[in-house]
């Protein structure tokens, strides 16, 4: 059975930093693209950013873009979100999840496990 458990979420100051972690176990290969979402209060689940099998392509959503870094080390089963000049519009529940659709998927639909969420709260 897939797991996913998220962690390295918190409370943080605007232009702070956090990396937010996703430990992966049950997978019986490294075949799955791996992504971010998040969940604000009374919002949908939005695409934050994908990484391919391998690692070698990632997308991010434009409202991350050049300040999110999304990672993986497959030796050990780990997804990362390093997340950087944080804003209070960042504040949301974090997902991380796997997807065997294709290289770079970007929507919730095209992915097939979820772990539980990590929240994250930035302050102003």
């Known amino acids: 059975q897939v797991q996913l458990v998220e962690y390295g979420g918190g409370l943080v100051q605007a232009g702070g930093s956090l990396r937010l972690s996703c430990a992966a176990s049950?997978?019986?290969?490294?075949?799955?693209?791996m992504g971010w979402f998040r969940q604000a209060p009374g919002k949908e689940r939005e695409f934050v950013a994908t990484?391919?099998?391998?690692?070698?392509?990632?997308v991010y959503a434009d409202s991350v873009k050049g300040r999110f870094t999304i990672s993986r080390d497959n030796a050990k089963n780990t997804l990362y979100l390093q997340m950087d000049s944080l804003k209070p519009e960042d504040t949301a529940v974090y997902y991380c999840?796997?997807?065997?659709?294709?290289?770079?998927?970007?929507?919730?639909?095209?992915?097939?496990?979820w772990g539980q969420g990590t929240q994250v709260t930035v302050s102003s």
């Open positions: 999840a796997t997807s065997t659709f294709r290289a770079v998927p970007v929507t919730v639909g095209e992915y097939d496990y």
């Open positions: 990484i391919s099998r391998i690692g070698v392509s990632t």
């Open positions: 049950g997978l019986i290969r490294s075949n799955y693209a």
